[in-house]
């Protein structure tokens, strides 16, 4: 009986670097195995090269699926039978036992099918006539993920030495072939569900100060896609000043109570200078002694709903004809005021237009409209942006003044009163109305009284608002009884 032969290593290797290209260079995975297979195949002179992709593995059998193969010539082809589809093999036989607990370890199995002992596995393989085998297991991260096996229906081969190291090297480079095409389909996978969610997934390690933004999160920044990392600092610079205080806070909380998960909203500003409401959903891990590790998360885009309560709530909280608040705005805007520890007393100012009935039965209903939202801006010119003009109802007016001693806010009253009085409003009038013959413009002269009250807190906001109410309510009741166009104190009564 003849030697049996053994593998032409040089020629394994040559065939080894141009199959590792084509597997590198194709943009479709399974055309650079089918590629690598072919080189393997011609250089190693064997009748069929062939993997197998494990799924199932148990004590009484393996479930596998024949999916590459190449052959030396159309006779050896097997992939297209249905016999080799998901198939199972019962583990009967103690040298097939043997070279499933080899192939689940990561070894090469070889064999010379006439020195193999009888049995099952001997009988398979001389059905297939095959008259030597090496097999060589595909690694994915450590698990066995499918085989490489070679047939040679010719010769008898003894894989050893160089060339079985070859076979070795080709297993391991599909290996990588296929977790790289594994983690390529997750990142689609990740981009889309960031796409259609509209988010961005990032991660900091305040440690190292290291950072990692996906690629939907930079593109939202203003950053090109593949832009390399971002400081810890330029990303932080994102975050709108005051939402990066509230960040700071929550995550100082969140460590205190070695708290994991939390969740926040925030305006990022892109490089543009555009800024979008984002939500952040935060991770955090610990290491022993409650030391932040790292934080990951999500930034979820919310602008569109944050529009949506933007504008439900200047509904419920404007007036719609003069933009100023109304009561419910008025109870926000104090509950924030007293909450904030900005002011301890607030004042409030009762505003009255002085005969406006009369006003309107001059002019009409509509032309009132227009004097009341005249009156409004003017009122409003007067204000600091931190204060609150609310429109109680009809042609009633309040302001909330901050941060203001007794002498300041008698100077606004006064201030606001004059505005009023020292310029007449300026009416496009109809024909007929008022009077007139033509359209034409015309000169309402308006007052108005004011009654102001300090707002004393304690109790409810509900109730503090009440009391003030009242009492400057008593002190305009006053001002409209000496005379109109005046301002009274309640504590001057
Ligand atoms: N155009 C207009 N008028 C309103 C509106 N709400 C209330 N008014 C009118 O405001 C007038 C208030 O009249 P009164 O309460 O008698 O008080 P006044 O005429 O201003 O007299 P004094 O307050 O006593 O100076 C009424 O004619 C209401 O119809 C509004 O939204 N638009």
Known sequence: MPAPLTPDAPRLLDALATGSAALLQRRF????????????GEASGVSRVWIFQLLERSASGVLQDYVFEWVA???YRQLTQKRFRFFTTAIDDPEYADMVTRRARGDAHTCIVSQLPNGSLREHLESQSIRSMVTVPIMLN???WGTLGFDDCEHEVAWEGPGLQALTI?????????????LNSRKRQVDLLQRVAACGAWEINPASGATWCSSGLLATLGYPPDYARLPLRRLLAHIVPEDRRALWML?????????????LDVRLIDQQGEIRWHELVLE???VSGGRLADIAGLAIDISQRKQGEVQAQTEAEFDELTGAHNRRGMVRYIRELLDSQKCQ???LLLLDIDHFKSINDRYGHPAGDVLLKTLAKRLAGELRPDDCLVRLGGEEFAVVAAELGEAQVLQLAERLRNCIAEDPFVLNALPGIGGTLNARKVSVPMTVSLGVATMMPGGSVGHCQSMAIAQADQALYIAKESGRNRVVAYWQR
């Open 73 to 75: 010539t159309p006779g």
């Open 284 to 286: 955090a891990n610990y």
């Open 142 to 144: 450590g698990q066995w």
């Open 251 to 263: 995550l100082r909380h969140c460590c205190g109570v070695c708290n994991s998960s939390c969740r």
């Open 345 to 347: 007393r607030p004042y």
């Open 170 to 182: 080709a297993a391991e480079l599909i290996a990588s072939a296929i977790y790289r095409h594994q």
């Open 29 to 40: 995975w399974s055309n650079g195995v089918n590629q690598l297979l072919e080189a393997l």
